[in-house]
């Protein structure tokens, strides 16, 4: 049995499609879904975590459904949102007490002082969480969704708006979450982290899922190496063997070969002779963006943005 | 129940944080008890501390309550909300421990209230008659707390609700039998005022203190508590699926 399971998950709001027909199964691992803002991550999220009814299809969170045994479902699971919602005016412990105590969790006082320290919080416990920083704001929520010791942790944008060190940490407790034997599914729009730090990787788009697998799958989809060319005026794609169009992001477009030395100055060529300017070429090893650019074209704020779909999506949310 | 218990806990451990605002609180209806009850120039009784107090207590009740209505909303807004509906304790008890938890807070205000107006000069009443204000206190919090949390959930805007607030709370105490009776009211006044939810548990709360058993009153709230708390549970159930 996997810990979670769709089939063909499925969200309207209104007229707007934000889940399409997801289908998808996450067992013991770090599974990150990926995409842009309003992909669907966080859609997919709520729907997993009960709080949002799907309009077709249906998910099974550790062999229950989600919309007919909701209780037992949220037994299983934690769910840690993108908004870092801990009360403020308590402290760190009476934050994790109040889980404790709504999970009816056994010997809650010593359970309690068991996540503060797995979450390095135990000396500053007794401080109110006004004094905590951002990352340990974060941390004490990890605490808060341990504490009942859950078989699968819902993480939305865990990292989103903090520094360098304190994502690495929060990823670190992650990982070793993970090797615990936990189910975690998370949602970014950083592909980096997702790089480094998931076993598996679903990109999203509009709802759909447009590409699966390791970091290191999806990378090699692409050749070896990765050229992007700075480029002013139009262009056309360049028909030379070996090299391959992966996509254009602004003023920058993308190619992909398998030596990259040698496909530098004949694509500098092509391209100058179809008629732009190039600005500057660079290679690098193939990253997740560049996959990500090659199976949904380039990422941007989905334009034409309407104003009434958008609050039918919020009031449906109410 | 548990859950209930819990959330209440959250609140009022919070709520005892805020030293500013459990102060603030009570300055109100205190400077009513204080400058209009021992200085206003009435004809129509000998003691009108003793006729206002009743007043001032149900309007302790309503700011209360009315103050408390931005709670789950602010819950809701801020995130808390999601966090709680994904936990497996029941979900109804996340609404009820919050209509709990203002209910009892304005309680709390109104028993220093109660203090307060004893200390500068209102008759003392005899157990039952307090246990019997107290229990129609109770009533009249929960039918605020629930309206009032239920406005908050449906506008979902904080200055929209505090706008709200300030437009309700002001006419509604005013056209209540809060300040003087019917009979020296202006006729128009004291129809709205017999229609006024504020006026039954006044009326009820006085007619405790003056001896009796406010039968009527006590059921007319009792109804009017449990359809606008059907109505709350009702929004609050559109909220979270």
């Not at chain 1, 889980?99 to 007794?126: C, K």
């Amino acid at each position: 049995m996997n810990a979670i399971e769709t089939t063909n998950l499925t969200k309207y709001y209104g007229s707007l499609c934000a889940v399409d027909h997801l289908t998808l199964s996450v067992n013991n691992e770090i599974f990150a879904l990926l995409g842009p803002n309003g992909s669907g991550k966080t859609t997919t999220v709520l729907m997993l975590t009960t709080l949002l009814n799907p309009t077709e299809g249906s998910a099974m969170v550790c062999g229950h459904d989600v919309t007919r045994e909701g209780e037992a479902v949220r037994k299983k699971l934690s769910y840690v949102p993108q908004d870092m919602a801990v009360d403020i005016k308590l402290t760190g412990r009476e934050n994790v007490r109040f889980f404790a105590d709504l999970y009816g969790v056994p010997h809650a006082s010593d359970r309690v002082d068991e996540v503060l320290a797995i979450m390095e919080l135990s000396d500053r416990a007794d401080d109110l969480i006004r004094t905590y920083s951002g990352g340990m704001r974060r941390r004490l929520e990890l605490a808060q969704a341990l504490v009942h010791e859950p078989s699968v942790l819902f993480l939305d944008e865990p990292t989103i708006g903090l520094d360098v060190a304190a994502r690495k940490k929060i990823w670190e407790h992650i990982r070793a979450l993970r090797k615990k034997g936990m189910t975690i599914f998370v949602t970014t729009h950083y592909m980096d982290e997702a790089d480094q730090f998931c076993d598996r990787v679903g990109i999203i788009s509009k709802g759909r899922i447009a590409a699966l697998g390791t970091p290191m799958e999806l990378k090699a989809l692409l050749m070896k190496d990765v050229i992007t060319a700075r480029i002013e005026g139009t262009f056309t794609i360049p028909a030379i063997d070996g090299i391959l169009f992966v996509g254009q992001s602004g003023d920058e477009v993308s190619f992909t070969a398998e030596n990259g030395r040698e496909a530098l100055p004949l694509l500098a060529d092509a391209l100058g002779k179809s008629g732009c300017i190039v600005r500057s070429l660079s290679l690098r090893e193939p990253t997740l963006d560049d996959v990500f650019l090659q199976a949904v074209g380039p990422q941007e704020e989905p334009h034409g943005f309407e104003d009434g779909k958008f609050r039918i999506m919020l009031r449906r949310r109410k | 129940m548990k859950g209930i218990i819990t959330y209440m806990k959250r609140d009022f451990l919070k709520w005892t944080r805020g030293k500013v605002a459990v102060i603030s609180a009570l300055v109100m209806p205190a400077a009513w008890l204080i400058f209009v009850g021992l200085a206003l120039p009435v004809q129509f009784t000998g003691n009108y501390l003793d006729f206002i107090t009743p007043g001032i207590l149900v309007m302790t009740m309503l700011s209360a309550g009315l103050s408390g209505g931005a709670l789950l909303m602010f819950d809701k807004i801020l995130g808390f909300l999601n966090k709680f509906l994904a936990l497996p304790t029941p979900r109804g008890s996340i609404l009820v421990g919050k209509i709990l938890f203002i209910t009892g807070r304005g309680l709390i205000q109104a028993t220093i209230i109660l203090v307060i107006a004893l200390l500068i000069g209102a008759t003392l009443l005899n157990p039952f008659q307090y246990g019997l204000t107290y229990f129609i206190l109770f009533l009249f919090g929960v039918l605020i707390s629930a309206f009032a949390t239920t406005i908050a959930l449906y506008l979902d805007d904080h200055d929209s609700y505090s706008a709200f607030n300030t437009m309700i709370s002001m006419p509604l105490f005013f056209t209540s039998s809060a300040l003087m009776p019917y009979s020296v009211m202006p006729v128009w006044l004291a129809t709205i005022a017999h229609f006024n939810p504020l006026s039954y548990a006044i009326d009820a709360v006085r007619d405790v203190t003056a001896g009796g058993f406010p039968a009527i009153p006590i059921f007319i709230l009792f109804v009017l508590t449990g359809v606008v708390l059907a109505i709350c549970m009702q929004v609050f159930r559109r909220v979270t699926v």
